[in-house]
């Protein structure tokens, strides 16, 4: 660290590095919401106001500065303080050989404010997937139940589903996901109530909603808020694949009320891989009076008999039953913990508001140089927007619909250029379309700057006119 200046070094000291929280506070001049209809260059102003600020995040991250690396919406980045816990704690570990039984209740009381939930509402799971598994197959399905859910789900929530349908005798109902700007955050509630009313009028029991925020393939915020009016209507349970939430939005889960959310912890939050983070509902609050759903832990060594809580105290800490199992893998989740607190450090809401004007200055950017149909991320309704982009960048619109031609696109970011880009493409269908569309995805996150996406908009229209 001899090499850094004396800023940077208190910088990273109170990234983790032992200063008191008091201490950022100057450097957390509050950068305004972004707003996704503002110009080109309001935006682009808004991003460089705090570049100092900025640039030292981004001094916090090890990437290999050959690469402009955009698929976070795969894989995060540990910075280099949650590097040295992980190492430390595994030392440790090596060296004193202690438990790793239990169910880390000190580092959830740790984490669980920054996610507006106490500790026993937040679990630490392996992933998003896990923690999916952990949602959709601990409930007590009946046979003929309905679980309504979109044709954009990953895999990650779909195999659980599949497993109940096959086990349990449920049905999956899929709404068609609509692409581009040309809708608003009542397309989707519209969509999931006249999906369940005309259920429930052919006499089908409509037992839980489930779906993406964002969506993996078109990047769109299904709007929690929104949705979970629906699912309080029509008296739901409400799974949310949450995947690429911690760490990207601000959100305070308690107050959306939703029953389960599964989110990753080595994607935007940049803990390690095989981290993820369930929140669970396990106390009434005003957000969402609904009884609690009964739900057995499936994969435990922490059970408990008690019946789930009528009111607002909890009967039994259900995230404890979802972290242990075992002896676990206690230096990962401390190393969790710390991407966790740094995030606190700097702000949820400041990270957030910074990633999605990024990403609104990207869609701004490609809607100028492609046409705003090229997008098949929404980006005029803010409550749509999240840091992933998707759009169509060929000169000849039907390419989009060659995967092999889409991923030789991908492959070419980081061959033709220098830094090359890491972005990948994702495969989904298209309402009127009888083929999947392979859209170009991207993934702007804290170390990225306005002049990243100035150059990555520059290189991927030279690669257009190459390609076309
Ligand atoms: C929406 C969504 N759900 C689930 C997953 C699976 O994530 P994980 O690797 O954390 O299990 C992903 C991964 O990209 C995703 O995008």
């Not at 939930?117 to 009946?142: K, P, R």
């Not at 659980?160 to 809708?183: F, H, K, T």
């Not at 669970?280 to 759903?293: D, G, T, V």
């Not at 200055?361 to 490609?366: A, D, N, P, S, V």
């Amino acid at each position: 660290m001899e090499h850094w200046t004396a800023k940077r070094r208190d910088f990273l000291r109170m990234m983790g590095y032992g200063a008191s929280a008091a201490a950022v506070a100057p450097l957390l001049a509050a950068c305004g919401d972004a707003n996704s209809q503002s110009s080109i260059s309001e935006l682009r102003s808004r991003l460089v106001q705090d570049e100092a600020f900025w640039t030292q995040v981004q001094s916090m991250f090890v990437l290999n500065p050959q690469r402009t690396y955009m698929n976070i919406g795969t894989g995060g980045s540990m910075p280099q303080v949650v590097l040295d816990v992980f190492a430390k704690e595994n030392l440790l570990k090596a060296e004193d050989s202690s438990s790793g039984y239990g169910n880390l209740l000190d580092l959830r009381q740790q984490v669980a404010p920054g996610f507006g939930v106490d500790a026993d509402e937040l679990a630490f799971s392996a992933n998003t997937s896990s923690g999916m598994c952990h949602a959709i197959l601990g409930i007590d399905w009946q046979k003929g139940d309905v679980v309504v859910t979109t044709n954009h789900e990953h895999g990650g929530g779909n195999t659980p589903l599949s497993i109940a349908v096959a086990r349990y005798g449920i049905e999956v109902s899929r709404i068609a996901m609509p692409v581009g700007n040309d809708q608003t955050a009542a397309t989707y509630t519209n969509l999931f109530d006249e999906r369940i009313r005309a259920l429930k009028a052919q006499g089908k029991r409509v037992r839980a909603m489930m779906w993406s925020s964002p969506t993996y393939v078109t990047g769109t915020m299904l709007p929690i808020a929104e949705l979970m009016q629906v699912v309080k209507t029509h008296e739901l349970i409400s799974i949310v694949d949450g995947a690429h939430l911690p760490g990207m939005m601000a959100y305070d889960y308690a107050a959306l009320g939703m029953d389960f959310m599964s989110g990753a912890g080595h994607k935007w939050q940049c803990g390690p891989g095989s981290t993820g983070i369930l929140v669970i509902r396990n106390k009434i609050r005003a957000s969402n009076p609904l009884p609690l759903p009964k739900w057995y832990p499936v994969h435990s060594s922490s059970y408990s008999a008690l019946e789930r809580t009528t009111n607002g105290t909890a009967t039994y800490d259900i995230a404890a039953s979802v972290t242990s199992c075992g002896s676990l893998h206690v230096p990962m989740y401390k190393a969790l913990a710390q991407a966790c607190a740094s995030w606190d450090t700097i702000g949820r809401k400041k990270i957030e508001t910074y990633d999605l004007a990024l990403s609104s200055y990207l869609k701004e950017r490609i809607a100028e140089r492609w046409g705003v149909e090229s997008l098949y991320s929404p980006k005029d309704d803010p409550k749509l927007l999240s840091a992933l982009t998707c759009f169509n960048p060929f000169a000849n619109k039907a390419d989009v619909k060659d995967a092999q031609k889409s991923t030789a696109f991908v492959n070419r970011m980081l061959s033709d250029f220098g830094p090359g880009f890491v972005i990948r493409n994702a495969s989904f269908a298209v309402i009127g379309d009888s083929v999947n569309h392979n859209g170009i995805r991207i993934s702007t996150h804290l170390w990225h700057d306005a002049n990243d996406i100035d150059r990555l908009v520059d290189s991927m229209w030279s690669l257009r006119n190459s390609m076309a």
